[in-house]
């Protein structure tokens, strides 16, 4: 019986000892996303309205915490260096994956080995307008315009190397027209000048401009994504307008440490993929001018990889060069 009961002993030992082991299921405590760019912007918003419902889906708080500066690198930064747990991840906005690697490279980090593609929460197309004052109201007449007034339309951007930069510089190249980009410390002086007819024209996402547009303030020439937006329903996209193709698209994706397990990623995939797909959720997203999507990991990936080979080649015949 002596032996019986300390091998008894012995198996509940090694039981405790095995359950001690055991991670608790994901997540088991709070979640903290950082954003590396200011509050108040869609970069911004989208993630708080995603982690407000992942919240309630997992028990447990999803925190926002916004990281700005550097064109976004301090914040990627700081999800680089994170533990690869699933605990803290990173909203990363298009350019910050695709485009920044290129113009900033002394980066302390390496996008492609340091970061674990989880899933594009939604995409953002954008939408060339102009200023009332410019002779233009369709894309063929904008296009006709500046190939009859070489270098005469400016166009801005928050800053160089952007994504309304490269979309200008994009434009150019593919309708065959100068126009000038006049690079701008943000957005928000970027579109003042607009508004006051200081630049002609801009790529801007729909939720920074719709308003404008409304009012008169603004004429949207065309959306430059793959399909036309429901805030402004008339506008035709610049691929049905003449350049079949042309799309620049903003996303904005979450990621995790390198490292981060798999069936961790799986698990944060599923429930982003839902919460994406709920039609409250899908409402909000419309009313910020985005596009819900929750893709995979493997597909996410895949997008990285094109739209780095993408604005690689235009930052190369734009001859934009790195900065320090």
């Given at each position: 019986?002596?032996?019986?009961?300390?091998?008894?002993?012995?198996g509940?030992?090694?039981?405790?000892?095995?359950?001690?082991?055991?991670p608790?299921?994901?997540?088991?405590?709070?979640?903290?996303?950082?954003?590396?760019?200011?509050?108040?912007?869609?970069?911004?918003?989208?993630?708080?309205?995603?982690?407000?419902?992942?919240?309630?889906?997992?028990?447990q708080?999803?925190?926002?915490?916004?990281?700005?500066?550097?064109?976004?690198?301090?914040?990627?930064?700081a999800?680089?260096?994170?533990?690869?747990d699933?605990?803290?991840?990173t909203?990363?906005?298009?350019?910050?994956?695709t485009?920044?690697?290129?113009?900033?490279p002394?980066?302390?980090?390496?996008?492609?080995?340091?970061?674990t593609p989880?899933?594009?929460?939604?995409?953002?197309?954008?939408?060339?307008?102009?200023?009332?004052?410019v002779?233009?109201?369709?894309?063929?007449?904008?296009?006709?315009y500046?190939?009859?007034?070489?270098?005469k339309?400016?166009?801005?951007?928050?800053?160089?190397?952007?994504?309304?930069?490269?979309?200008?510089?994009?434009?150019?190249?593919?309708?065959?027209?100068?126009t000038?980009?006049?690079?701008?410390?943000?957005?928000?002086?970027?579109?003042?000048?607009?508004?006051?007819?200081?630049?002609?024209?801009?790529?801007?996402?729909?939720?920074?401009?719709?308003?404008?547009?409304?009012?008169?303030?603004?004429?949207a020439?065309a959306i430059?994504?793959?399909?036309?937006?429901?805030?402004?329903?008339?506008?035709?996209?610049?691929?049905?307008?003449g350049?079949p193709?042309?799309?620049?698209?903003?996303?904005?994706?979450?990621?995790?440490p390198?490292?981060?397990?798999?069936?961790v990623?799986a698990?944060?995939?599923?429930?982003?993929?839902?919460?994406?797909?709920?039609?409250?959720?899908?409402e909000?997203?419309?009313?910020?001018?985005l596009?819900?999507l929750g893709?995979?990991?493997?597909?996410?990936?895949?997008?990285?990889?094109?739209?780095?080979?993408?604005?690689?080649?235009i930052?190369?015949?734009?001859?934009?060069?790195?900065?320090?």
């Open positions: 019986m002596k032996i019986l009961h300390a091998l008894a002993a012995i509940l030992l090694f039981t405790c000892a095995v359950s001690a082991q055991q608790a299921p994901y997540p088991s405590k709070p979640v903290k996303i950082i954003v590396p760019y200011p509050a108040g912007g869609v970069a911004d918003l989208l993630p708080r309205v995603v982690g407000e419902r992942l919240s309630q889906a997992w028990k708080p999803v925190v926002i915490e916004n990281k700005p500066g550097a064109s976004g690198n301090i914040g990627m930064e999800g680089a260096r994170a533990e690869p699933g605990y803290t991840l909203l990363a906005p298009t350019g910050n994956l485009v920044n690697p290129m113009l900033f002394n980066l302390p980090f390496n996008t492609r080995k340091d970061f989880i899933s594009v929460l939604a995409a953002s197309p954008n939408v060339l307008v102009v200023h009332p004052s002779p233009a109201k369709t894309f063929k007449e904008l296009v006709d500046a190939k009859a007034n070489p270098g339309l400016n166009y801005a951007s928050p800053g160089e190397g952007s994504g309304a930069h490269l979309a200008g510089e994009l434009l150019n190249i593919e309708a065959g027209i100068q000038v980009h006049i690079p701008y410390k943000g957005l928000a002086p970027a579109v003042n000048d607009l508004l006051g007819g200081n630049v002609q024209m801009m790529f801007a996402g729909v939720s920074t401009i719709v308003q404008h547009v409304n009012a008169g303030k603004l004429v020439i430059a994504g793959p399909v036309r937006l429901k805030p402004l329903p008339d506008i035709p996209t610049i691929a049905q307008s350049i193709g042309f799309d620049v698209t903003s996303w904005y994706g979450l990621i995790a390198a490292g981060t397990p798999g069936d990623i698990t944060i995939h599923r429930d982003v993929a839902k919460t994406v797909s709920d039609p409250a959720i899908v909000k997203m419309v009313e910020l001018g596009i819900p893709n995979r990991p493997q597909d996410f990936a895949r997008m990285i990889e094109n739209e780095t080979a993408k604005w690689t080649a930052i190369k015949k734009a001859n934009i060069k790195p900065q320090s």
